[in-house]
Antibody, heavy 117, light 113 residues
Framework: EVQLVESGGGLVQPGGSLRLSCSAS????????MTWVRQAPGKGLEWVAN????????YYVDSVNGRFTISRDNAKNSLYLQMSSLRAEDTAVYYC??????????WGQGTLVTVSS | DIVMTQSPDSLAVSLGERATINCKSS????????????LAWFQQKPGQPPKLLIY???TRESGVPDRFSGSGSGTDFTLTISSLQPEDVAVYYC?????????FGGGTKVEIK
């Protein structure tokens, strides 16, 4: 069974940093593009970033480019999102997503990030 | 960036009746190299992550009931629930994966009339 388990969310002050992690199991992690998608409270879905199987390609939505960094460790079956210069508008549930190509097949349960003073 | 526009924002349908959700992309998401539309549909129930229903605009994900179908090409797409069931109450999102940044539609809330 495919499992994606996010961790690392919490309350952080504006301007602060946070690192999200996603632990994958039940599939060959190194064969999948991996993605972060977020959802602000009561709002729709926003694609944040994705990373190629070997980490050689990364893409970001403009609103986080330069502040967030996506990375992966295939030996640990793990995906990461390093977030810095956090803003109130970054408050959201962050989902770890795995896909065949860029199709978002498998989703974690999400981890809540709250940016507030 | 490709903008995905869904309509309506919400709809109420009687049990057993048809529900139709529309999605329009700001530019074509049909690839000339493989003749595929890079369009997916997701269902999200309260407190749950989204679930993939349809990809390549019309291919049903494994395990998805056949009352769900996707159609359309180029810039105009439709998700149809042929006979609405109580468990179909949810928010539905269209999503393109044609080019970065990938984007989602604003969502359509489906309720029982």
């Amino acid at each position: 069974e495919v499992q994606l388990v996010e961790s690392g969310g919490g309350l952080v002050q504006p301007g602060g940093s946070l690192r999200l992690s996603c632990s994958a199991s039940g599939f060959t992690f190194s064969n999948y593009w991996m993605t972060w998608v977020r959802q602000a409270p009561g709002k729709g879905l926003e694609w944040v970033a994705n990373i190629k199987q070997d980490g050689s390609e990364k893409y970001y939505v403009d609103s986080v480019n330069g502040r967030f960094t996506i990375s992966r460790d295939n030996a640990k079956n793990s995906l990461y999102l390093q977030m810095s210069s956090l803003r109130a508008e970054d408050t959201a549930v962050y989902y770890c997503v795995g896909g065949s190509g860029w199709i978002s097949d498998h989703w974690g349960q999400g981890t809540l990030v709250t940016v507030s003073s | 960036d490709i903008v995905m526009t869904q309509s309506p924002d919400s709809l109420a349908v009687s049990l057993g009746e048809r529900a139709t959700i529309n999605c329009k992309s700001s530019q074509s998401i049909l690839s000339s190299s493989n003749n595929k539309n890079y369009l997916a549909w997701f269902q999200q129930k309260p407190g749950q992550p989204p679930k993939l229903l349809i990809y390549w605009a019309s291919t049903r994900e494994s395990g998805v009931p056949d009352r769900f179908s996707g159609s359309g090409s180029g810039t105009d797409f439709t998700l149809t629930i042929s006979s609405l069931q109580p468990e179909d109450v949810a928010v539905y999102y269209c999503h393109h994966y044609y080019s970065a940044p990938l984007t989602f539609g604003g969502g359509t809330k489906v309720e029982i009339k």
